[in-house]
């Protein structure tokens, strides 16, 4: 691991392949060595690799290798992903296609976890919502947005303006104390 942090990958590859050696079982070799063949640059042979391994991490590794030379096949691992990171690509990929309405539940269910992007899915399900004039999904997304507490983006969907809340002016007998503490002060 330490070998392909460097970008060291080929030396890498072989350290892994050693490891296997001994126990071919073992799923962080398989796992490091698919990585290492990816940056390498031999995909197929890294997808080989993912698939045997079934693990959410091989799926996402397999989904990203896929998304150029096959978006149907990554789209579909994206979504069987327990990984709210996944469907966040999947919704990338479908934006990209001109499929909105199709990002919509994916915004959705997104919105629903516990992750630091709920609330940027909730706003991206109000706003495609809007855009394509489903209006069920935009209330949903308002609704989500407004679940989440005061935050920017709900603000901005409900069209409000951000009041803070200012110190209040100081009383004049505020002045008097200010020039008994430079007094002071002055005196050491």
Same mark, same amino acid.
């Given at each position: 691991?330490?070998?392909?942090?460097?970008?060291?990958?080929?030396?890498?590859?072989?350290?892994?392949?050693?490891?296997?050696?001994?126990?071919?079982?073992?799923?962080?070799?398989?796992?490091?060595?698919?990585?290492?063949?990816?940056?390498?640059?031999?995909?197929?042979? %890294? #997808?080989? *690799? $993912?698939?045997?391994?079934?693990? /959410?991490?091989?799926?996402?590794?397999?989904?990203? !290798? &896929? =998304?150029?030379?096959?978006?149907?096949? %990554? #789209?579909? *691992? $994206?979504?069987?992903?327990?990984? /709210?990171?996944?469907?966040?690509?999947?919704?990338? !990929? &479908? =934006?990209?296609?001109?499929?909105?309405?199709?990002?919509?539940?994916?915004?959705?269910?997104?919105?629903?976890?516990?992750?630091?992007?709920?609330?940027?899915?909730?706003?991206?399900?109000?706003?495609?919502?809007?855009?394509?004039?489903?209006?069920?999904?935009?209330?949903?997304?308002?609704?989500?947005?407004?679940?989440?507490?005061?935050?920017?983006?709900?603000?901005?969907?409900?069209?409000?303006?951000?009041?803070?809340?200012?110190?209040?002016?100081?009383?004049?007998?505020?002045?008097?104390?200010?020039?008994?503490?430079?007094?002071?002060?002055?005196?050491?």
């Amino acid at each position: 691991q330490a070998l392909a942090g460097l970008g060291r990958y080929e030396e890498a590859r072989l350290a892994y392949q050693s490891w296997l050696k001994e126990k071919p079982d073992d799923m962080t070799a398989q796992l490091g060595l698919a990585r290492a063949l990816a940056r390498l640059g031999r995909t197929d042979e %890294a #997808l080989s *690799l $993912y698939q045997k391994i079934k693990t /959410p991490d091989s799926q996402l590794a397999q989904a990203e !290798l &896929l =998304e150029e030379k096959n978006p149907r096949q %990554a #789209l579909a *691992l $994206y979504l069987d992903s327990t990984y /709210p990171v996944a469907w966040w690509s999947a919704t990338t !990929l &479908l =934006e990209a296609q001109g499929r909105l309405t199709e990002t919509l539940p994916i915004y959705a269910r997104l919105a629903k976890t516990n992750t630091d992007f709920a609330d940027d899915a909730a706003y991206r399900l109000y706003v495609l919502a809007k855009r394509v004039g489903d209006k069920q999904a935009q209330a949903e997304g308002k609704a989500l947005l407004d679940a989440l507490g005061l935050n920017w983006l709900a603000l901005r969907a409900n069209q409000s303006k951000l009041s803070l809340p200012t110190a209040p002016p100081m009383v004049p007998a505020g002045t008097d104390i200010l020039d008994r503490a430079s007094a002071l002060e002055s005196i050491g």
